[in-house]
Every structure is written in structure tokens, then in C-alpha cells.
């Protein structure tokens, strides 16, 4: 047998070992969920978006529809990781409609046209303002309350009032969702600065995060101090959020978060306005909710949205709430236990649930 014929044997026995484990472990973690309407909708640059809808088994009629709304590199699983864990389902038992988007960087099929097109100027400009009119005309309600994590939040800070319009929200609650971005791993600023020809691949962190899952629990690694606090994780809801939420990034996407991160951190719109500038005329009641160990998200990265939120008007209803020890909690929150701690029902989904019960 020839070298290249021993090389390319060995390649083979490599990438169905690697199928036969990805398979094994797919099938062993994901935790399936069932919804009461799973839609595909085209947006009108030619990409699409996905909303799924939770109905309550007694609706409160005087509350209007609910959108829930994931971050970067997840899918809608963000807010909806089973049945125990679920502020979606768990405000669906409270009488709530609840609908999850899917935004086209949460989808795991785009196509390479698509991958393209998947930047942060059109989550903000087509798949956000066409989600919540989706869920007025499928809903029949004139408004919506919004609920953000991470980016979702971020969407918010620069839609509302400009490509989402102030009128189709009641109220809004935000996660876990930076105003202020920083460099996370330096020195590939000049990545964010190639021809516009080379943003059209994905970080493939959807095979990654399937393929090592497994192994997501035995011990802490950098990727976790940044993502998830392990001690105050449910068990083995890292591992199934590995598999069934983690979704690759869009390059074009990525390169705008950089592009921010490696200039001053603010979040800035294609136009270089800060994203902040539109929420000072906000006077929708805001819950924000930040983690103490967030180094993603941590509570004085959120505190200038916070600040800006109604700053033209007086009165306008607004709470900054911190989970941690610091605040009277059992535990330190990272950036995704604020989705899948282990008390998380009890300290950050229960004061949620308060406020958009109103």
C-alpha cells in the first residue's frame, strides 16, 4: 500500500469515526421540544427567519403577545432549553402567547448567499421588525412585549424607534445584552478589516460545540468562564445546550462585532451612530437584568443602555436587576446561567414573570 493510499485510508477512518461520534452523541443529548406552530418566514432580502409559537391553555386576554429573542451563536433554544428550565414555557403557563424567533444567524441551513447577507444592520432592518409584524397579523394584537437575551437585547437597543416601531411594543425585557462591547480574544482586529469578499463563510462553532459536548462538564475551560459558571449550571444542561442550541456565527456578524470591539466598544449602526442615541426617547417600561460574572455581558457593559433608556422624559418605568451574591443570591451568575443555572426558575425567570404580568 502507498503512502498517500495509507493517508487517505486513514482520513476515511477519521471522518466516519467522527460521524459515528457526532451521531452517538447528538442522539444521546438533544432534548426534543414540541411548539404549537413552527413557521418559516421569508424576509424581504431574500434570507428567512423562523417563529415558533407556545399557546397558553387560558390566555389573558388583556396581554398582548410575547416575542422571545436568542443571542449570537444559539438558536431560540436560548430562552427554551426544556421543559423544567423554560421562562418561554413557563410564561406560556401563566397565560402568555409566547413566540421564539429564530433570527437567520440562528439557523443552521443558510445558504451561502444567505451567510452574506447576515449581518447586524439586517437582523435590525428586516428579520426584527418583520418578526414582530408577522406575530401582530398571525396574533391579531396591535403590540408586543419583548424579551431579549444578549444580542435579542441588543436588537432592541437599535431598532426600537427606528426600524422596529416604539408603537408596536408595550414592554420590554433585556438579558444579558452588552451596550458596550470588548476585545475578547486580541489581536485579530485586522480579521475585521478584509475585503468584504472574505465575509462569507461561518464559524463552524455548531460541529465544535456537537462534537465535544460530551466532554462540556468535566472541567472548566476559558470558553466556560466566558459562557457559563459550571458550578451553578443544572447538570447536564451544558452538554444539551451544546447540542441543541449552539449554532455557527456568520462571518459578516462576526465581523461587526469586532469591528466594534477592536475600535471603543460601542455598538454603532451602519450610519456609525451609536445604538444608544435612539432609547433616550424610549418610554417603555424596561426590566434589565445582568449577571455579576457576565464577562460577556457584565453589569457596567449594560449600565449605559440603562441610563439612556427615557433619559427625555421623567417618570419612565425602569428597574436594574443583578443576580449574584452580591444581590442576596445562592449563587454567582455567568452569561448563560442567567438561562440555564440551576435556581435560575426561582432568581432570574420569577421577577421576569412579575413584570410582564402587569
Not at 60 to 67: I, N, Q, R
Not at 258 to 280: E, F, I, N, P, T
Amino acid at each position: 500500500m502507498n503512502w498517500w493510499q495509507i493517508c487517505l485510508l486513514a482520513v476515511l477512518v477519521a471522518a466516519v469515526a467522527t460521524w459515528a461520534h457526532l451521531r452517538f452523541w447528538v442522539s444521546r443529548l438533544s432534548r426534543q421540544t414540541r411548539y404549537d406552530e413552527v413557521h418559516r418566514i421569508a424576509s424581504s432580502d431574500g434570507s428567512a427567519f423562523e417563529l415558533r409559537r407556545l399557546r397558553p391553555a387560558t390566555p389573558v386576554a388583556a396581554l398582548p403577545p410575547l416575542l422571545m429573542v436568542h443571542g449570537i451563536a444559539i438558536n431560540h433554544r436560548n430562552l427554551d432549553p426544556d421543559e423544567d428550565l423554560s421562562i418561554a414555557r413557563q410564561l406560556r403557563d401563566d397565560g402568555r402567547d409566547v413566540w421564539l424567533l429564530t433570527l437567520r444567524c440562528g439557523r443552521h441551513d443558510l445558504r451561502a448567499a444567505e451567510i452574506r447577507q447576515a449581518n447586524f444592520a439586517a437582523l435590525v432592518t428586516r428579520d426584527l421588525p418583520e418578526a414582530v409584524q408577522q406575530v401582530r397579523q398571525r396574533s391579531g394584537s396591535d403590540q408586543i412585549d419583548y424579551v431579549g437575551f444578549s444580542m435579542g437585547g441588543m436588537l432592541v437597543y437599535a431598532g426600537l424607534g427606528r426600524a422596529l416601531p416604539a408603537a408596536w411594543v408595550r414592554k420590554v425585557v433585556i438579558i444579558g445584552s452588552p451596550a458596550r462591547v470588548r476585545v475578547i480574544v486580541p489581536g485579530l482586529g485586522w480579521l475585521c478589516r478584509l475585503p468584504e469578499g472574505f465575509y462569507s463563510w461561518n464559524m463552524p462553532l455548531r460541529s465544535l460545540a456537537q462534537l465535544t459536548a460530551f466532554a462540556a462538564e468535566w472541567f472548566a475551560t476559558p470558553i466556560h468562564h466566558l459562557s457559563v459558571q459550571l458550578a451553578n449550571a443544572a447538570a447536564g444542561y451544558v452538554r444539551v445546550f451544546m447540542v441543541d442550541a449552539v449554532q455557527s456565527i456568520p462571518a459578516p456578524l462576526l465581523r461587526d462585532f469586532g469591528l466594534w470591539a477592536y475600535s471603543d466598544g460601542v455598538v454603532r449602526l451602519s450610519d456609525g451612530s451609536d445604538v444608544l442615541d435612539g432609547l433616550r426617547s424610549a418610554t417603555h417600561p424596561l426590566l434589565m437584568v445582568a449577571a455579576t460574572r457576565d464577562q460577556l455581558a457584565p453589569p457596567q457593559a449594560m449600565q449605559p443602555a440603562f441610563d439612556a433608556w427615557g433619559s427625555d422624559h421623567a417618570g419612565v418605568e425602569k428597574s436594574f436587576y443583578i443576580v449574584g451574591k452580591s444581590a442576596g443570591h445562592a449563587m454567582d451568575y455567568g452569561h448563560g446561567d442567567l438561562a440555564i443555572g440551576m435556581r435560575t426558575p426561582a432568581e432570574v425567570n420569577a421577577p421576569i414573570r412579575a413584570f410582564l404580568q402587569t
